[in-house]
């Protein structure tokens, strides 16, 4: 007679099953522990677990998953869909790769930047060939032809330059609570008196902080998720430039008579493009290209602002925009309007940006702030 504590003979010993799935006993154990890979049957005396070989095709696909790195919260989602949609799943994956890659862009990009500020303290610059600069600036913004309310917002001061897009039911709110969220870094010294340049954790921890604010700022606006704002900002400390950038709204410089775009674009079709499913010309007019993937507000969990510092030199002009300006009109139009020489100043420049995209339909709303560098001497012959 079969005793109670038996197996029945098709079921898999723990130890068996460890086996043929590549999973170990000890992981097994915290599996069935956390709901995610439950045993066919647990013996009520002896507590032995065992395992139907059903069971394998699952614990593969958990094994797989913790190879990817996936949190255990995150396989037990999909392991749940997987059970009814196999296509599901398979979405669900894609999506958790998508964030491991922005992420990884996000934390490349300090890397690159730490490690250049780094090299920089190895050759420091003699304090007596550091020309001191200044910034010159202007911002405008346009409701547009067609829209009925003005949602983007755009500031310019001493220190602070920055443009925001609104969008959705409180658009033009977010806009003008996330450039808000920043005016406190107008007032307060990030300045470098003696040109030796602010530590770079320091200013990326103030970025981080006001890119938070501003998120808060916006959130705080309403529970109703269905709007938000972009972000494109740049804070001035007297000999670099430190940008902090959420969204669709762009920063361009303009050195050496090019013209260089420093912003990504946190839009679907841009990912699509950096997955090399699109091209750049079937982006321009694909339906869903102002799809934003990051933004302020409530759009989704990724809100990782992309940071970055640059040193600048005199003559270069920068130009921060919102879609307004930079879906409507071609890089290269901007480029041969902002060279020196087609518009003298910032005001003129902001004015001419504006006129553009106006003369391009004015279907958006539009937003821009240019800011030119410049040795302060000079400013008056200029
Ligand atoms: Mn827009």
């Keep these: 007679m079969a005793n109670s504590a038996d197996p029945p003979e098709t079921l898999l010993t723990i130890g068996a099953f460890a086996r043929t799935s590549r999973l170990s006993i000890k992981a097994l154990r915290l599996y069935d522990e956390i709901g995610l890979l439950a045993p066919e049957r647990v013996d009520p005396s002896s507590g032995y677990r065992y395992y139907a070989s059903e069971q394998l095709e699952l614990a593969r696909l958990v094994a797989w998953l913790r190879r990817l790195g996936m ?17 599901g799943a398979a979405r669900e994956i894609g999506e958790y790769w998508r964030q491991v890659e922005a992420d990884t862009a996000a934390r490349r990009e300090l890397a690159d930047f730490l490690i250049a500020r780094l090299c920089e303290k190895e050759t420091p610059m003699a304090p007596s060939t550091v020309t001191p600069l200044e910034i010159r600036y202007a911002a405008a913004s346009d409701r547009g032809l067609i829209r009925e309310e003005n949602q983007d917002a755009a500031f310019a001061g001493p220190r602070l330059l920055a443009v925001a897009d609104g969008f959705g039911g409180r658009g033009a709110e977010a806009g003008r609570a996330a450039i ?27 970025l981080q902080d006001a890119a ?133 100043d910032p005001a003129a420049a902001v004015r001419r940006m504006v006129e553009l995209s106006l003369e391009a339909g004015g279907s958006d709303n539009v937003a821009c702030v240019v800011a030119d560098v410049v040795v302060p001497d000079q400013t008056l012959a200029a």
């Design 71 to 87: 949190p255990l919260a995150r396989i037990r989602q999909v392991c749940a869909v997987a059970e009814t949609d196999g296509g």
């Design 180 to 206: 808000d969220a920043l005016r406190r870094l107008d007032e307060e010294a990030h300045v470098d008196e003696d040109a030796a340049g602010i530590e770079a954790g320091d200013l990326l921890n103030v």
């Design 212 to 344: 938070a604010r501003a998120d808060r700022a916006v959130r705080e606006l309403g529970t109703v998720a269905d709007f938000g704002s972009t972000l494109t900002a740049m804070l001035w400390t007297g000999s670099q430039l430190a940008l902090v950038h959420i969204g669709d709204s762009r920063a361009y410089l303009l050195r050496d008579s090019e013209l260089f775009q420093i912003t990504e674009d946190h839009t679907l079709v841009q990912s699509l493009i950096d997955e090399g499913r699109l091209t750049p010309a079937e982006a321009s007019s694909h339906p869903q290209r102002s799809l934003l993937v990051k933004a302020l507000g409530g759009i989704g969990g990724d809100r990782v602002p992309q940071l970055h510092v640059t040193d600048v030199r005199a003559g270069d002009r920068y130009l921060l925009c919102t879609d307004g300006l930079s879906a409507a009109v071609p890089a290269e139009a901007l480029h041969a309007e902002l060279r020196q020489g087609a518009v003298a």
